[in-house]
């Protein structure tokens, strides 16, 4: 059973387009996350939510929007693509609710790419 | 805030050979570091941790890693390096903003 699932794992569109990326974890996890790796592979947060609450809230364009239905799920959905988003988005997430000894896992990852 | 350098971007080894990957971090007070592994393709996998205690850390596929505080580093160390053991590694630390702050990473080549 994968413990930290994405979908899709691969994302192809047009600049200008929406698109929403899904996140599901099975650990029963309080917390979840999302990170962008650019191209360089440097990971940066973006998001965080505990028990569908967020928490973090990094400085990324307001086209960026996390949505956690339940604390098992959090989606991320992006407006208006830009070229600059092309990147691969990972989810992840941590059995409380982040603090300094809380351990993130991390699901597959999605690559994103616009053209 | 805390920031994590991972000096080398790529480091290639022989098959059997040991391994020493070095992380070194900033933060003021008592850091928590992580180390992560990205193999192509795949999310990153948990190796080991440091939050307290005995400086020395095992983890996963025979990994260990040793905490200096003195020297602020968290480097990574695998006493035989098998080929599967090719992938990026990225070392983290968390500070009291309980954000996870990783390195540029460390992509690491085996040859045979």
């Known amino acids: 059973d994968t413990a930290v699932s994405q979908t899709p794992k691969y994302l192809v569109t047009q600049m200008g387009n929406d698109k929403s990326i899904k996140c599901e974890q099975n650990?029963?996890?309080?917390?979840m996350y999302w990170y962008k790796q650019d191209s360089k592979k440097f990971l940066k947060i973006m998001f965080s939510?505990?028990?569908?609450?967020?928490?973090i809230n990094e400085t990324v364009p307001n086209r960026f929007s996390p949505k956690s239905p339940d604390k098992a799920h959090l989606n991320l959905h992006i407006n208006s693509l830009e070229l600059g988003d092309s990147a691969v988005y990972f989810c992840?997430?941590?059995?409380?609710?982040?603090?300094?000894?809380?351990?993130?896992?991390f699901g597959p990852g999605t690559r994103l790419t616009v053209l | 805030a805390q920031s994590v350098t991972q000096p080398d971007i790529h480091i290639t080894v022989s098959e059997g050979a040991s391994l020493e990957l070095r992380c070194n971090y900033s933060?003021?007070?008592?850091?928590?570091l992580f180390w992560y592994v990205q193999s192509p393709g795949q999310g990153l996998q948990l190796l080991l941790k440091?939050?307290?205690?005995?400086?020395l850390v095992q983890g996963i596929k025979g990994f260990e890693a040793e905490f200096k505080r003195s020297q602020s580093s968290f480097n990574l160390r695998k006493p035989s390096v098998h080929w599967s053991d090719a992938a990026e590694y990225f070392c983290?630390?968390?500070?009291?903003?309980?954000?996870?702050?990783f390195g540029k990473g460390t992509l690491l080549t085996v040859n045979p």
């Open positions: 992840a997430s941590s059995p409380l609710a982040g603090g300094l000894t809380d351990t993130q896992y």
């Open positions: 933060y003021g007070a008592t850091p928590y």
């Open positions: 983290a630390v968390k500070g009291s903003n309980y954000k996870l702050t």
């Open positions: 440091y939050f307290s205690g005995d400086t």
């Open positions: 650990l029963g996890h309080d917390t």
């Open positions: 939510y505990n028990n569908k609450e967020l928490i």
